[in-house]
C-alpha cells in the first residue's frame, strides 16, 4: 500500500505563494509517477502537475510559470510551490500516485487526504 499525506495549504492573497508537499510513505518508489490535482465543489478534478519516472514534468496550461513542481526521491517527497496566486486557484489539492507500465504513467489510484488553499480577491 502507498499512504500520501499532504501539508502546506492555507489561506492567502491573490499575488501570495504557498508551498505544499506530500509525504510518501509504504511501498513506493521513484518508478512511481506522481502529481498534483486539484478539484473544488461543483467542479470537475483537474491535473495541476505531474512528474514521471524519469522526471518529465507536465502542467496545466493555467498554472504554467507560477507553479513548478519538484520530487525528492531520497525522500520520497513531492512539493508544488505556488507563486503569483490567484482567486481561481482555490481548490482543495490533493497528492497522487501512479504505477508505470512500460515507462508509462498508469491511472493514479493512490491520493492523500488533500489541503484546502484559499486565495482571496
Known amino acids: 500500500q502507498v499512504q500520501l499525506v499532504e501539508s502546506g495549504g492555507g489561506s492567502v492573497q491573490a499575488g501570495g505563494s504557498l508551498r505544499l508537499s506530500c509525504a510518501a510513505s509504504g511501498y513506493i518508489d521513484r518508478s512511481y509517477c506522481m502529481g498534483w490535482f486539484r478539484q473544488d465543489p461543483g467542479k470537475e478534478r483537474e491535473k495541476v502537475a505531474t512528474?514521471?519516472?524519469?522526471?518529465?514534468?507536465s502542467y496545466a496550461d493555467s498554472v504554467k510559470g507560477r507553479f513548478t513542481v519538484s520530487r525528492d526521491n531520497a525522500k520520497n517527497t513531492l512539493d508544488l510551490q505556488m507563486n503569483s496566486l490567484k482567486p481561481e486557484d482555490t481548490a482543495m489539492y490533493y497528492c497522487?500516485?501512479?504505477?508505470?507500465?512500460?515507462?508509462?504513467?498508469?491511472?493514479?489510484?493512490?491520493w492523500g487526504q488533500g489541503t484546502q488553499v484559499t486565495v482571496s480577491s
Open positions: 497522487a500516485a501512479a504505477k508505470t507500465l512500460w515507462g508509462q504513467c498508469k491511472e493514479y489510484t493512490y
Open positions: 512528474i514521471d519516472r524519469f522526471g518529465s514534468i
